[in-house]
């Protein structure tokens, strides 16, 4: 397994409730492949550098996991049709 950074932002429009669920989604969808959280840190609400999706600032959290290189492509997919994950970037440690 190979350890990973994941950062993203989510909808300003989101409740706090929404938030945490979004979270601990993600979270569970790295657990359920075998997958290890390390940490999980919230940035809290930021401002973007440009407008995305007409909106101005968003909740950053930043994950530290270990998972299998195949996971990365399925959780990118499950991101991508999820409409309050505004941005992501995953990298290799």
Same mark, same amino acid.
């Given at each position: 397994m190979k350890k990973y950074e994941l950062l993203y932002a989510i909808s300003s429009t989101q409740t706090e409730t929404q938030r945490e669920?979004? =979270?601990?989604? &993600?979270?569970? +969808?790295?657990?359920d492949r075998k997958g290890k959280v390390e940490s999980i840190e919230k940035w809290g609400m930021k401002k973007f550098a440009y407008? =995305?999706?007409?909106? %101005? #600032?968003?909740?950053?959290? &930043? *994950? %530290? +996991? #270990? !998972?299998?290189?195949?996971l990365i492509k399925e959780m990118e %997919? !499950? *991101?991508?049709?999820t409409e309050s994950i505004v941005r992501k970037m995953f990298v290799a440690k």
């Open positions: 669920d979004i =979270i601990e989604k &993600l979270k569970k +969808f790295v657990e407008p =995305i999706q007409f909106k %101005n #600032e968003g909740f950053y959290v &930043l *994950m %530290n +996991f #270990e !998972a299998e290189p195949s %997919n !499950a *991101m991508n049709i």
